[in-house]
């Protein structure tokens, strides 16, 4: 545990519960508490708060709506979602406006709150540390040559792609995650877009592993189906950077494509922001691979460490 002290805001319209939050972390964390998503906001402009913890159904804001805003007014607090609710709204919206480090379920664990939030506050503390190094917002996403994995079955998704990332981009396609994992063993990919389900493979699985390997890497997922439980590991155990339903927006997948490409960059130009997208440990037996699998992963992971050395 740091030295330094970190600040900790609870959110919840329930004082009974903000008071055993307070118990629950005092001795390690400065404890602020509100029960009002405006009050919320007035701290986090005033006064240095490494973490945020909200609850989602609140009557004045909503807890995604408090946290998108947190994000706006202060990018280096760590954000965590706290619900009783798999309301799959929620979850998305988690995900997509508010880029929340971990979406936490009632009733919550000790332990297991105590450290997700001790491992968001030594983020955090390292990137108010070196905030004003960090690199501008990026504009100009023409002038960036990255390049971008689709893994999908329908070619309809590699055409929409390709037409909105221009001549810019370098567009990679996959239709298995074997063929994917020699895209990515043998380029600097910066964004994949994947079809969450698939006739044979495990995308969701592969997905997480790869955020394990190289966390530098963002991940766009897609689907038609809307699972409450596969989306939040997907939140906590593969850092995915945004959910698309399918049929897929034009609008909203050139939307994610712009911000992941510039978040991409920013990472590239500041690798302690790479801290926040470090993964929960999956609670599941590793799949058994094949030889040429795990060649292809050790690769993945050393272009990994290769790429944030020199970054």
């Given at each position: 545990m740091?030295?330094?002290?970190t600040?900790v805001?609870?959110?919840d319209?329930?004082?009974?519960?903000?008071?055993?939050?307070?118990?629950?972390?005092?001795?390690?964390?400065?404890?602020?508490?509100?029960?009002?998503?405006?009050?919320?906001?007035?701290i986090?402009?005033?006064?240095?708060?490494?973490?945020?913890?909200?609850?989602q159904?609140m009557?004045?804001?909503l807890?995604?709506?408090?946290?998108?805003r947190v994000?706006?007014a202060?990018?280096?607090?760590?954000r965590l979602?706290?619900t009783?609710?798999?309301?799959?709204q929620?979850?998305?919206?988690?995900?997509?406006?508010?880029?929340i480090?971990?979406?936490?379920?009632?009733?919550?664990?000790?332990?297991?709150?105590?450290?997700?939030?001790?491992?968001?506050?030594?983020?955090?503390?390292?990137?108010?540390?070196?905030?004003?190094?960090r690199?501008?917002?990026?504009?100009?996403?023409?002038?960036?040559?990255?390049?971008?994995l689709?893994?999908?079955?329908?070619?309809?998704?590699?055409?929409?792609v390709?037409?909105?990332?221009?001549?810019?981009?370098?567009?990679?396609?996959?239709?298995?995650?074997?063929?994917?994992?020699?895209?990515?063993?043998?380029?600097?990919?910066?964004?994949?877009?994947?079809?969450?389900?698939?006739?044979?493979?495990d995308?969701?699985?592969?997905?997480?592993?790869?955020?394990?390997?190289?966390?530098?890497?963002?991940?766009?997922?897609?689907?038609?189906?809307r699972?409450?439980?596969?989306?939040?590991?997907?939140?906590?155990?593969?850092?995915?950077?945004?959910?698309?339903?399918?049929?897929?927006?034009?609008e909203?997948?050139?939307?994610?494509?712009?911000?992941?490409?510039?978040?991409?960059?920013?990472?590239?130009?500041?690798?302690?922001?790479?801290?926040?997208?470090?993964?929960e440990?999956?609670?599941f037996?590793?799949m058994?691979?094949?030889?040429r699998?795990?060649?292809?992963?050790?690769k993945?992971?050393?272009?990994?460490?290769?790429?944030?050395?020199?970054?």
């Open positions: 740091s030295a330094e002290r600040t805001l609870f959110v319209d329930e004082e009974r519960i903000l008071r055993s939050l307070r118990m629950l972390f005092r001795a390690h964390h400065d404890v602020l508490m509100t029960t009002s998503g405006r009050e919320a906001l007035e986090v402009r005033s006064r240095t708060v490494h973490v945020v913890v909200s609850d159904r009557p004045e804001m807890g995604v709506d408090l946290l998108r994000r706006e202060s990018p280096a607090t760590m979602l706290l009783g609710y798999s309301d799959l929620a979850i998305v919206a988690s995900v997509n406006e508010g880029e480090f971990r979406f936490i379920e009632k009733p919550w664990q000790p332990p297991y709150l105590l450290g997700v939030v001790e491992q968001a506050a030594k983020v955090a503390l390292q990137e108010f540390a070196v905030g004003a190094a690199p501008a917002e990026v504009t100009d996403l023409a002038a960036m040559k990255f390049k971008l689709v893994i999908d079955e329908d070619a309809a998704t590699v055409q929409m390709r037409e909105i990332a221009g001549s810019y981009q370098s567009i990679h396609h996959a239709e298995t995650i074997e063929a994917a994992l020699s895209v990515l063993s043998d380029n600097e990919i910066a964004v994949v877009i994947a079809e969450l389900t698939h006739r044979h493979d995308v969701a699985g592969a997905l997480k592993t790869l955020k394990q390997y190289n966390p530098s890497t963002l991940t766009i997922a897609t689907s038609a189906q699972d409450s439980r596969s989306l939040i590991e997907l939140i906590n155990q593969g850092q995915i950077f945004r959910f698309l339903p399918k049929p897929l927006s034009r909203l997948l050139k939307r994610g494509l712009n911000a992941a490409c510039a978040h991409y960059a920013r990472l590239k130009n500041a690798p302690v922001l790479l801290q926040r997208h470090a993964v440990q999956a609670k037996e590793p058994s691979l094949s030889a699998l795990l060649d292809y992963w050790r993945i992971r050393e272009n990994g460490r290769n790429s944030r050395q020199v970054a």
